[in-house]
Structure formats: structure tokens, C-alpha cells
């Protein structure tokens, strides 16, 4: 499957944002959807995940109440609406694809390319 992340953009402290992730080629709606985040100097962490036939949904701490991932398997398209976003939700963000659920970098098979989500003060 590919996966082609989009959405980011500059945006002031306590704003929204929605990125989307919409996905090709194998059956979308089979797959567990993963964000995740790599800000400069840090690893790539993981942000949100959302099963494919449940809406069981995960967040990290740290975004939780303020970021909601839903995803529209009929569109083949994942989104992460972030609310109330801080400086140090900057960073570039990137969808993923697995048949697992977790919040592992190992879980997910498939990677988009990212996207950057600036936030200024």
C-alpha cells in the first residue's frame, strides 16, 4: 500500500490542524493506520492509531484531548485533527499502515513520505 501524507502548513500556537494520509494500492480498510511524529533531533514517536474495523482509537499522552485520528475507509483516506496545538507539537508527521495494533515503529509495514506541521509561538 502507499501512503501519501498532506495537510501540513504553519499554524500559531492554539490553532487546528488536520492532516491526511490517503492510501493506494491494497485494501485500505484492512489495515491499521499509525501517526506519527519525528520532531529535529528526536526520534520519530508514535502520535495516534486507529484499528480498521472498530474505532478503537490510541493516543500518545502527550496529545491526548487535543488531537483525534478517524479515518473514511470508503475515501481510503486517515486523518489527524489537531486542536489546541503548542510549539512542541512542531514537527513532521507521518502515516503508516500495519496489520498490528501498537504504538511500535515495528508494527507498521507501510510508511507515507510526511508532513510538516510548524507551530510558532
Known amino acids: 500500500v502507499q501512503l501519501q501524507a498532506s495537510g501540513g502548513g504553519l499554524v500559531q500556537a492554539g490553532g487546528s490542524l488536520r492532516v491526511s494520509c490517503t492510501a493506494s494500492g491494497r485494501t485500505f480498510s484492512r489495515y491499521v493506520i499509525g501517526w506519527f511524529r519525528q520532531a529535529p533531533g528526536k526520534e520519530r514517536e508514535f502520535v495516534a492509531a486507529?484499528?480498521?474495523?472498530?474505532?478503537?482509537?490510541s493516543y500518545a499522552d502527550s496529545v491526548k484531548g487535543r488531537f483525534t485520528i478517524s479515518r473514511d475507509n470508503a475515501k481510503n483516506t486517515a486523518y489527524l485533527q489537531m486542536n489546541s496545538l503548542k510549539p512542541e507539537d512542531t514537527a513532521v508527521y507521518y502515516c503508516?499502515?500495519?496489520?498490528?495494533?501498537?504504538?511500535?515503529?515495528?508494527?507498521?509495514?507501510?510508511w507515507g513520505q510526511g508532513t510538516l506541521v510548524t507551530v510558532s509561538s
Open positions: 486507529i484499528r480498521w474495523n472498530v474505532p478503537n482509537t
Open positions: 503508516a499502515a500495519g496489520t498490528g495494533y501498537g504504538r511500535s515503529r515495528s508494527t507498521y509495514d507501510y
